[in-house]
């Protein structure tokens, strides 16, 4: 009894869209990082797949470089977030937009309503 | 009969921890789960024969960069996730259009590859990939990637120091 | 067979001189710059003269020895038309004259200029320099081909452009340099237009293979002017360019701004007559080019009547040789025209070596006077410098044709085949005749004026001086080979052979569509005692002798004669002072007209209103849209989520169609 | 049955796992005992005396102890991984030692191999995968407790384990090269296996050519485990207990537990890579060697009846004479001649383990605690670039070898 191999291919599918949208949905800086992570997982699994399928290694030499690209990637940052906290900034991504059209608009850490009020000005 | 039953279970695995990453407003929760699809997505790729990467996918992935994350996270006490709604287009278009990829994407996966199967789990792991296989592959055709990514990475190094440095 | 095999060594080993002063010279220090300028010249010239004696035992069948060392260029397919051009280096009778001449001179040169740069700045600069000019110059005489012949004859250029202008501290000779370089590059023009429509007619850039094609074709006549004739008139105005024959001439006198050792190599030994030796090496189109070769001849004598004439007045002794080298260069082609290339080639040799002579020796006075160059304020000299006087006195002896020197032999052959050559016409003669007169009256004044008489400076501030021996042994030897590098044409005289024409004929002869008579015929029925005799009191000799009289009477006899005959004849004068105003006409109908075009029309039009428009517009319109899309910047990161997503969506929706297109 | 002849290897190794589980949770509990005994004596203390003969039964009171106590969670605690955090570390220390084989492949029982519950062809990564794993147990512990010294805890553990585990895995990979597989069987047989000795009796164990690698990994390996002189994550000293300070009774345990079973992982991994696992160190032909356990522990016996004949008074002396009995008993099953060749791999193995268990306790019992940036600094600066330049050099010589062989 074998596993099809478009089983695998859709449970990819699937995880990574759900990379994409936690990537929409989370504000934390942190957990944006993790939903890239989880995209580029997804993506490996379908690399493993298809090296399967096709019996090649290519694919499987492929996820090698993913994951390093993802070790970097990590480390480079998850230095940012560092420096983010160090500043006294907080982790939200969406009260981190100092390049935003306006300038560097500093949100208090408050309610979302003053928040919004300062986004206007 | 037994392949199928361990893919459901580390699907069904990797699919709700995912969900849970969005759901969960506790950073250590959304990493933990991460950490399960990772573990879910290794028992895969030991099903589909790839010891060495779902190996690799364990040491590096889940033991190490997984760690860094959570070890972050326990340093800054990233308290509860606020869950502030500025984007008006993330709401609106962000999250739909995410969801119809996810959609779009599965579906068109499965049509691409309908039928076509592959080894089970026990045939896959005799018939597995060997590592001194996938090491000659990687140290002769893919030579000049690995040396690149070594660069890549001792940047990646590099740059998280000057970054993390006390500024002064 | 060593260096026949290997004739780059004798370009390598310049280049490498160059290379080594001009990259570390700064920091070596004296000796060492001159071990390696004059090492590698020196090396040079061992290596040429190896090749001569290789050569020298080579079977007739074999020359000329054409070696190609690598594809250089290659366009278009392997057909008969294709472009393909090697780097290939040739030696035959022609290229040994101008390989010993040029690399010889070069190294006396070089060695003089060692005790004349003594106290200049950028010494290793000015070795380096010159250096490259004999690497270029050697590439131009060795080429096989018109297109590595054509690299040497920019390369020399550019030198001589860089060495005009050495202190480039001084303004006039950065004009002077950028005057010589945009004068050549006219005449360049032409003569690359002549190269690209040499490869049209003969399909190739080779000479062996273009001389075979141009045999193959029927030759021009006087009535009818074809391909070959425009090929030939298109070469030659690079040649009026480069060896200054009117109407190009106007570089070089201003040319003199750079070093005396670099006038006398470059601007009077070896690059002008570059000219010359491309005319000769082209001999077998000129030959059938009757147009072309009229219209060179022309142009020689014309200049060399001209040029003598403009030489009368001067008082600039480096000017005065710059005009007379002018005259020379006519001389040169006034015999490559009238179809005696040997002549032309003979006389470029002794005119290497007495005009070089002379320069160096004006280069020793100016030394000696301490930067002086005008003669009115030399005289007496005499005694003073004993070495230089008696070499100049050679050279002049040389350069008027009196016989017994280099340039009787030379000089008297061209007028020769001038009067009685296959293409010879009596104006002609009459032009090279009055020139050789004025040639040796002008000569001598400057002789006089500079060592005779008594001083007209100031001694006590100028303490005149010999030079060292480093500048007066190559004025030594110079002297020697202008007084005895002629008699190897001696015999001719007395109806005997020109060894010198001899040797050269197989160059001259192969494919002239009619065998020249490089020896003029003598004239018959006569003892050759008798025709000796009546050489030697030949008309131009005649002259030459009356020139020289004319100048002791007007400088010596009684020296205010010159300006009264300048009072009397003041307007001729006036117009030979300044140069018959050409200058002034070129600054007026040439410079001034582009000047005005290009900065009203082309800088404050063209460039001001229609490309600056052009870029601010796109700059005003690239900031608008700016300005409006910025507005998507919103600074929230889960915005540019959404946009990625949104993206990614199009992206794959459009994929996803375009798969089901390419399914179906 | 149908489903046990189908699958009979899952059952096996679940039997196999069961009895494994066994053998390892009571080796746990004695190994607290043993190491108490050796600090005591290292110390000239009696260590644990009163409960049974020299405290044999002392283990048994302590578990009986931390199942009987209060089990209290912090209430600011985040209950779900403080939960989690000491199961994640038991379980996966245990998991670990699932892959070690105590005796040869080829020995098998009802078709089954007797000693080695998976003999998977990289059974290395997977054992490091796993130990990787080990160090959430630790860092959640800390983060979950929400108070400060288990954070405190848990960040260093975190920082530690991370940065050592890459000097551990580095020092390793010479022996890699060497036996040219990651395949715990093929590395054990590697050089020694095909019959190796030097002088005819000096074996070839890895540790030989490895001997840098093997210093590294053995120091590796005690901050890997996080105890002194790498205790900094449960310094009583500075942080109470670190990051199981909230933590009582069985939770505590488990951690406890989950120490010494990866102090058992190491020990193993060290005599497999580099003192040639459960291999005999002396040559096939000395025949006595089969003899040597049966040999041992009728020894054991007999030390055990003197002393319970001379020392011992009243339950103790019983106590020691079941040992007595026992010990006789299973020495003279072990001297039969159809068993002695079973016995001989767990033996020789199990000896070779108890040699780095008693190093360990002998470095505990002898060295103070590093401070945290000097254990930074060493793991950084001496121990990773050592293990390298052996990788490098290794590999080096063995290309050299290669080529001119």
């Not at chain 3, 006569?526 to 030459?544: K, N």
């Not at chain 4, 590796?220 to 009583?236: K, M």
Request: aromatic fraction near 14%; hydrophobic fraction near 55%; glycine fraction near 8%.
């Amino acid at each position: 009894m074998s596993v099809p191999i478009s089983y695998y291919l859709v449970l990819s599918g699937i995880l990574f869209g759900l990379g994409v949208v936690a990537f929409v949905f989370k504000r934390n800086v942190i957990t944006v990082f993790m939903s890239i992570e989880l995209m580029l997982n997804a993506v490996n699994l379908a690399f493993v797949a298809f090296a399967r399928a096709h019996q090649q290694l290519d694919g499987l030499v492929f996820v090698f470089f993913v994951i390093v690209v993802a070790a970097a990637e990590a480390a480079v940052g998850l230095a940012i977030v560092m420096m983010m906290a160090q500043n006294g900034q907080s982790l939200n991504v969406e009260r981190a937009h100092s390049l935003g059209e306006g300038g560097p608009t500093y949100l208090p850490g408050g309610s979302a309503a003053e928040s919004r009020e300062a986004l206007k000005s | 009969m037994i392949p199928l039953i361990v893919f459901f279970a580390c699907a069904l695995l990797a699919v709700a921890s995912a969900v849970t990453l969005i759901l969960a407003r506790e950073p250590i929760h959304s990493a933990l789960s991460l950490i399960n699809v990772m573990v879910a997505l290794a028992i895969l790729y030991l099903l589909l024969g790839a010891e060495f990467i779902s190996a690799v996918q364990i040491i590096v992935y889940a033991g190490a960069i997984m760690v860094l994350f959570v070890f972050v996270i326990m340093l800054l006490n990233a308290g509860v996730e606020e869950r502030t709604d500025y984007s008006k287009l993330a709401k609106y278009a962000g999250l739909p259009l995410g969801f119809f990829l996810l959609i779009e994407i599965a579906r068109w996966m499965y049509g691409s590859s309908a039928g076509s199967t592959i080894a089970n789990g026990a045939g896959a792991i005799t018939g597995a990939v060997s590592t001194r296989d996938l090491s000659s592959e990687l140290f002769r055709q893919y030579l000049f990637n690995f040396e690149a990514t070594s660069l890549l990475i001792l940047i990646a190094i590099l740059g998280a120091l000057v970054l993390a440095r006390k500024n002064q | 067979m060593f260096m026949l095999n290997y004739m780059w060594i004798i370009l390598a080993l310049p280049i490498l001189g160059a290379a080594v002063n001009g990259l570390f010279g700064k920091r070596l220090p004296k000796a060492a710059v001159n071990s390696v300028a004059i090492g590698s010249v020196a090396l040079t010239f061992a290596a040429v003269c190896e090749l001569v004696r290789e050569f020298w035992y080579l079977p007739a069948s074999q020359i000329p020895w054409v070696k190609s060392y690598y594809t250089w260029m290659v366009a278009g397919d392997y057909t008969a038309q294709a472009f393909h051009i090697n780097f290939a280096l040739q030696v035959d009778q022609l290229t040994v004259i101008m390989l010993l001449t040029v690399s010889f001179v070069g190294l006396l040169i070089h060695i003089y200029s060692i005790g004349y740069m003594e106290h200049e700045g950028g010494y290793y600069r000015y070795f380096s320099y010159l250096n490259l000019f004999m690497f270029f110059m050697l590439t131009l005489v060795m080429g096989a081909n018109l297109a590595v012949m054509f690299v040497g004859w920019e390369g020399v250029g550019l030198c001589s452009y860089l060495l005009i202008g050495f202190w480039f501290h001084k303004k006039s000779a950065t004009d002077a340099g950028k005057k010589a370089f945009i004068t050549t590059r006219i005449g360049d023009l032409a003569f690359m237009v002549g190269i690209l429509l040499a490869f049209w007619t003969f399909g190739s850039l080779t000479y062996s293979a273009m001389f075979q094609q141009a045999a193959k074709m029927t030759p021009d006549t006087m009535a009818h002017a074809g391909t070959l004739t425009a090929i030939a008139v298109l070469l030659f105005v690079g040649a009026i360019g480069k060896s200054a024959q009117l109407p190009l001439y106007v570089w070089l006198p201003d040319a003199m701004e750079g070093p005396t050792p670099v006038s006398a190599l470059i601007h009077a030994a070896t690059m002008v007559t570059a000219g010359v030796y491309m005319v000769a090496r082209m001999n077998p189109v000129y030959s059938r080019a009757p147009i072309a070769m009229m219209l060179v001849a022309v142009v020689g004598g014309i200049t060399a009547f001209y040029a003598a004439t403009i030489a009368l007045v001067q008082t600039d002794i480096k000017k005065v040789l710059a005009y007379s080298t002018i005259s020379q260069l006519g001389y040169m082609f006034l015999g490559c025209g009238v179809g005696a290339y040997a002549a032309g080639i003979f006389h470029l040799m002794t005119h290497a070596f007495f005009k070089g002579l002379l320069f160096l020796t004006a280069g020793s006075v100016i030394h000696a006077m301490g930067g002086e160059q005008d003669m009115t304020k030399m005289g007496g000299l005499r005694k003073k410098i004993p070495i230089t006087y008696w070499t100049m006195l050679i050279a002049t002896l040389a350069i008027a044709g009196i016989p017994g020197f280099a340039g009787f032999f030379s000089k008297d052959e061209i007028l020769e085949a001038a009067k009685s050559g296959p293409h010879a016409s009596q104006w002609l003669w009459a032009l090279g005749v009055a020139a050789a007169g004025l040639t040796s009256f002008y000569m001598f004044r400057l002789i006089f004026l500079t060592f005779f008489g008594k001083p007209r400076f100031d001694e006590h501030k100028v303490h005149v001086h010999e030079s060292p021996w480093k500048m007066t042994i190559p004025l030594m030897i110079l002297a020697f080979l202008s007084t005895f590098g002629g008699w190897v044409a001696a015999p001719r005289l007395a109806g005997g052979i020109d060894y010198f024409s001899r040797f050269l004929d197989p160059v001259f002869s192969s494919y002239a569509p009619s065998p020249v008579v490089s020896e003029a015929a003598a004239t018959p029925g006569l003892s050759p005692v008798a025709q000796v005799l009546l050489a030697l009191v030949g008309i131009p000799v005649i002259l030459a002798v009356i020139g020289l009289l004319v100048a002791w009477w007007f400088y010596i006899k009684n020296p205010n004669a010159p300006k009264q005959l300048a009072q009397k004849l003041h307007g001729l004068y006036i117009l030979l002072l300044n140069k018959y105003y050409v200058d002034e006409l070129y600054l007026g109908a040439i410079v001034r007209p582009l000047l005005w075009l290009s900065t009203k029309v082309l800088w404050q039009f063209v460039d001001a209103t229609v490309i600056d428009g052009a870029v601010n517009g796109t700059a005003t319109v690239a900031r608008e849209t700016g300005g409006e899309v910025r507005e998507l910047q919103s600074g929230n990161t889960r915005s540019y989520a959404s946009w990625v997503a949104i993206g990614a969506v199009g992206f794959t929706m459009l994929l996803l169609a375009f798969i089901g297109w390419a399914v179906r | 049955m149908g489903f046990i002849s189908e699958h009979s290897v899952l059952v096996a190794s679940l039997i196999k796992v069961a009895v494994l589980l066994f053998i390892v949770m009571t080796a746990l509990a004695y190994l607290t005992w043993f190491e108490r005994k050796v600090v005591a004596h290292i110390q000239s203390r009696w260590g644990p005396y009163y409960v049974g003969a020299h405290g044999l039964l002392q283990p048994l009171a302590d578990g009986l102890k931390f199942l009987f106590k209060e089990d209290l969670t912090p209430p600011a605690s985040d209950k779900l991984v403080y939960v989690l955090a000491p199961f994640l570390a038991l379980s996966l220390s245990l998991t670990a030692i699932a892959l070690i084989p105590f005796g040869p492949p080829n020995l098998r029982l009802f078709g089954q191999p007797l000693f080695v519950v998976s003999n998977i062809d990289i059974g290395l990564l997977f054992l490091f995968a796993i130990t990787s794993m080990g160090v959430y147990g630790v860092a959640l512990a800390g983060w979950s407790s929400n108070s400060k010294y288990p954070l405190l805890g848990g960040l260093r553990s975190s920082a530690q384990m991370i940065s050592y585990e890459v000097s551990l895995t580095i020092s390793v990979v010479g022996v890699l090269l060497l036996a040219g597989s990651l395949n715990f069987n093929s590395i054990i047989e590697g050089p020694q296996g095909q019959g190796g000795y030097w002088l005819h009796f000096v074996p070839k164990w890895n540790v030989f050519p490895q001997i840098i690698g093997f210093l590294c990994y053995l120091t590796a390996a005690v901050a890997e485990t996080n105890r002194i002189p790498f205790d900094l994550p449960e310094a009583e000293t500075e942080l109470v207990a670190g990051f199981h300070t909230e933590y009582s009774s069985f939770k505590f345990a488990m951690f406890f537990m989950a120490e010494y079973a990866n102090m058992i992982t190491v020990s193993c991994l060290a005599t497999i890579l580099f003192f040639g696992g459960w291999l005999s160190p002396f040559p096939e032909t000395w025949r006595w060697q089969l003899y040597l356990p049966g040999a041992g522990l009728i020894a054991l016996g007999i030390y055990c009846a003197y002393d319970a004949a001379t020392r011992m008074r009243g339950l103790a002396r019983l106590q020691l004479s079941v040992v007595t009995v026992l010990a006789l008993g299973i020495g003279a099953v072990c001297l039969l001649p159809m068993v002695a060749p079973y016995v001989q791999g767990p033996f020789w193995f199990t000896a070779k383990i108890l040699v780095f268990l008693f190093f360990y306790v002998w470095v505990r019992g002898t060295l103070p605690r590093f401070r945290y940036d000097q254990l930074m600094s060493f793991g950084w600066k001496l121990l990773l670039p050592v293990s390298l330049a052996n990788l490098v050099v290794t590999a080096a010589v063995i290309v050299f070898v290669t080529r001119h062989a």
